[in-house]
């Protein structure tokens, strides 16, 4: 039985998929220094745009504080869902809606994540520098 792509929770934590008893610790090791350097990488290009952001600690999902975008003319009156659906429909970069995940009204974060390919992250962070730009943001 091999262990589906997906399931990156620690050992201890996989205890109900028998299939993850057997990976040797060198599989977590390897699997954290590949994720720490996807995050350090995508940070590096949201820190270079000048977007506030959290430093995610066991996920590969970060948080992006869109208030500064909010509070631009041209974004007066838009939620956080309306401006996922404007970044995906200008800049083809997908967000999910901060809101989401929040019980209080809280409405200028977006989640993106960085599990993708170098290049991959590459153009995300090339789309959301030209998205800035575009934007007068930066």
């Not at 934590?13 to 090791?29: M, V």
């Not at 990488?41 to 959290?54: M, V």
């Not at 590969?60 to 208030?67: A, N, P, T």
């Not at 500064?68 to 970044?87: S, V």
Request: some cysteine.
């Amino acid at each position: 039985t091999t262990i589906p792509p997906y399931c990156f929770a620690a050992k201890e934590e996989c205890s109900p998929f028998s299939c993850c008893r057997n990976f040797p610790e060198t599989y977590y090791e390897e699997l954290l220094e590949l994720y720490t350097k996807k995050r350090d990488r995508f940070l590096k290009g949201l820190d270079q745009i000048g977007l506030k952001h959290n430093v995610p600690q066991g996920t590969y999902f970060v948080m992006i504080d869109i208030q500064e975008f909010l509070d631009l003319p041209q974004f007066a009156g838009f939620t956080d869902l309306e401006f996922c659906e404007w970044m995906i429909k200008n800049y083809g970069v997908a967000a999910v809606p901060g809101s989401s995940f929040f019980k209080e009204p809280v409405n200028n974060y977006i989640r993106l994540h960085f599990s993708r390919g170098k290049e991959t992250l590459k153009m995300a962070a090339d789309r959301l520098e030209k998205m800035a730009k575009d934007s007068g943001f930066c």
